[in-house]
């Protein structure tokens, strides 16, 4: 494979109590990550199948005509190390270089994020705990031929105004 994969990821925006949608900051945040992504050569969207996420990727998809949104089940919400063929399907799935340059987005949640980090960043499995992404932050993942990997940002908020940043992190985290 030739080409540059550019792997944006996502964590889901904040969900109601109940996890069945996305809090009135949720959306909001939501709507600012589409607009963010709006310029971004983006080819598709994948989502977990888990409502939080799949209302985040509706929001988000709006500022993203055409870009083709589908589901899919290796971004659920579950301990990577827990269910390593799942972890590893997932990685399998959405790493590695591609055939062209390609840009893809997924939403997903705190677990699949940091797995991904950990994963390309070669650390061992016990630190993927150790990556603490907010709602909507924004991660990006360069895979490049020859095998090399380069995390660019981790946990971007620039798209959000400070009331909306650090949702879904531990309150010492929240600033």
Known sequence: MSGVRHLWIARHAEATGDETGLSA???QQA???G???SG?????ISHSPLPRAVRTAAIVSAHLPGVPVRVADELDDRFPTEEPAASAAMIERFTGPSE???HELVITHAFQVAWFVRDALETPESRWRDVIPANTGLTVIRYLPGGRTRVIVFNDLSHLPEPLRWTGSPPELRL
């Not at 971004?40 to 598709?44: D, H, K, R, S, T």
């Open 31 to 33: 709507a600012l990550l």
């Open 100 to 102: 062209d340059e390609r």
């Open 40 to 44: 971004v050569p983006l080819a598709a």
């Open 25 to 27: 900051a949720g959306e």
């Open 35 to 37: 607009e963010r992504l």
